[in-house]
Structure formats: structure tokens, C-alpha cells
């Protein structure tokens, strides 16, 4: 078999690689990857009319973002993955879609291939397991996102692990990921933290509760902007251990994909929690957000990184209170307001440089393996061959050194590059 790298390699963003067996072609995950200049797609992918299936590990853009395109160029196969997936995917890609509208982007497809792409997916339930063109395949749990899978594929007599975007910890709002896949030749690995830790998750957690008592207590308001898939819903859990005394707010895309994952209670550690912390917060109807600006509370909002969404009216309205906090609960990417705000105490709020006067922390709530663990699991695992991917090119390397020193035959492909498995 072959494995080539349409994506992801030595880098983070469009997941794409192209499993091909005597037989047949197949595509792991379809993504994107966002840019400051704009949108970059997998490369080198020829005749997308003549795959065979795509096995989807999750909902994140660049893991499905591609798929629109793909479709528009003539791919029309299964696309495997858990219902939750789809209906993320779905919430995904039509934002996208419109932002990119908004923006004048170039996308290259339209709402009609998103809907296309949609009706191609067909659904595996985390446990479960089917074959398609002498390929076996079984989806396990992955710990990252709900719905989130790690796939194992079996063909012309090799097991292979794809990991997904991988959290074997457990948080408030996940199991963490299975570690149990049985002999395993060949292991595909994320490593975007494969050269780094997280801090341990409780202590985060009580940091954060912390920051919000101090920031009330000063009576200023407290900004949790957050992701809309995982983490705004981790966040809920844990604001719910509280009674603040002031309201909790969940407004926009983070409250859209509350709801649609309370519809798929099997993707979450303990839907029932999710349901009574949901109830306990107050949602923002649209219209009403206004009437939120001068209160004291707590919003949980979109987008993580404040690159839009309404967080962006919310800071509007608090830049210049000094009492109030903005607490970053998630990785803030280069260029991106979120960065900004870190680093420089100002994001761009409709095209102006806007100073912001607000206490601004980071809180480190990672959806991802830190080092310690990755590497944990790979020595548990123990495959002959471990191809390293979704990495920084430090990342990568780190793990490549690691992985050769200890025996692993590792490969770190660069883009295009095709790996031989015999
Ligand atoms: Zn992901
Ligand atoms: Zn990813």
C-alpha cells in the first residue's frame, strides 16, 4: 500500500492523505487550511472523481473543509463518519461558507456542493465496523470533539491506525480517547503538541473560576470566548458548579451547537450535565444582545480566537472597563485577534485599532495529546512504522528524534511526498 500526503504534512491544517491499495484509492479526512492570504487546499490530489471513500476523523475545517470542493470536482463516493460528525460538519462548513461570502472569498464551490458533499455521508457508530473494497474499518472514539473518531483500517494483511486529532484525557465534557486498537503496524499520529505539555486541566479549571470570582468581585463582567464545538460546552460545565450571583450568557454559534449536541447525547460524557448546565445559563435570542452590554455577567460566546462572531460586539462594549477580564479559553493562532489581544492589549474591531483596558488572560483547555502523553500512547501502541503528521515543523521533529531513538522506523513526510508500506 501507499500512502500520499495531499496535507498536514510538517504543518497544521488540511488534513488529506490518500491511502491507496492495489485495488482502490482512499482519502483519510478532506481539509482545509486557513491562512492570513486566504484559503490553501490539499495539493497534488488528481482524479478526485476516481475515490473510492473518505474516513472522516471529525468536524473541524480542516479536517472536512475540502469536501465542498472535492464534490464540485467530480468526487462522488461514501464519506464514513459518526452521525455527530455530519451534523458538525454541516454547522462547520456552512459558516464557512458564509463568512467566506462575506469576505469575498474565492471558495471555489458552491452551498449546493455543501449539501452534495452532505448527502454522500454515510453514517458508523464509534464501535462499529464495516469493509469496503477489501478494506476493514472501525471507528473509535478519539477524545478531541464530540464525534470525533481515531480509524483503524486493515488491507493486504496490515493494521493501520489513523489517530485524528487525539485527547486520551478525559475533561468535563469528554471520555478520553481509546487506547485499545490491538496490534497496529503502522500508526498515523497527530502531534500538534508533540513537543510541549499541557498544564494539569483541574488546576486550569480553578484558575479560571478564580479570575471570574476576582473579576465580579471587582464588578466587572467576564468574557469567556470560546470555540463552538467542545469547548463552549466545556465551559457551561464548568461555570455550572457555581452559583455566580449574576447571569450566564451563551450567545451565537456556541449556543447553535449546544443545542445540536444535546441531540446526540451519545457523543458526550454525561448529556444530562450538559442539559442542566445549558438550563441554568440564559441564551441570547437574536436581537436581544444589546440589552446584555450593560449587565453585569458572564458570556460564553464565538469565536475562540475573536476573529468574529459576537464577541467582537462584546468587546465593543468593554474595551474600556478595567474591571472586566476577557479570558481566552483555547489556542490563539498567529495574525488572529485573539493573538493580538495577548500579545498587544488591541484587536481590530470593524477595520480600527481598538485599544482594549480589560484584564486579559489565556487559559490552556487543549483538546489535543500534550507530549507526555502522545508519547505514551504511541510506546503502548508500539507500531513498526509511525508516520508523523498535524505538527509544526518543531513539533515534528522533536518526535521524529524521539520516536528513532527509541527504534520506531519514523517517518516524517513533507508535502506530496508518497510513503511506500510493504
Ligand atoms: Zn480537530
Ligand atoms: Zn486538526
Known sequence: MKLVMHGAAREVGRSCIELQSKQSRFLLD???KLTESGTEYPVGLERADAIRAVFLSHAHLDHTGALPLFDHRGMKCPIIATPTTKALTRLLLEDAFKIGRLQHAQLGYEQLDIDKALACMSNVQLNDSGTIDNVYYKYFDAGHIPGSSSIVLALENKKLLYTGDYNP?????MHGGSQDFGDVDIMITETTYGDRDHPPRTATERRLLQRIEDTLALGGKALVPSFAVGR?????LLLARKDWGVPVYIDGMALEATQLLLEHPDSLKEADKLHEA????????RGERHKIFSKQSIVITTSGMLTGGPIIDYIKHTHNDVNSAILLTGYQAEHTNGRLLMDK????IDGWKTAVKCTVEQFDFSAHAGATELKRVIRKISPHTLVVQHGDP???????LWAAALGFDVRTPSLNEVISID
Not at 279 to 285: D, G, I, L, T
Not at 345 to 348: F, K, L, P, R
Not at 394 to 400: I, T, W
Open 394 to 400: 518543531a513539533a515534528v521533529e522533536h518526535m521524529r
Open 169 to 173: 484525557q478525559e475533561t468535563l465534557l
Open 232 to 236: 463552549a460546552q466545556e465551559m457551561l
Open 30 to 32: 478532506c481539509g482545509i
Open 345 to 348: 492589549h488591541h484587536v481590530y
Open 278 to 285: 445549558l438550563r441554568k445559563a440564559q441564551q441570547v435570542r
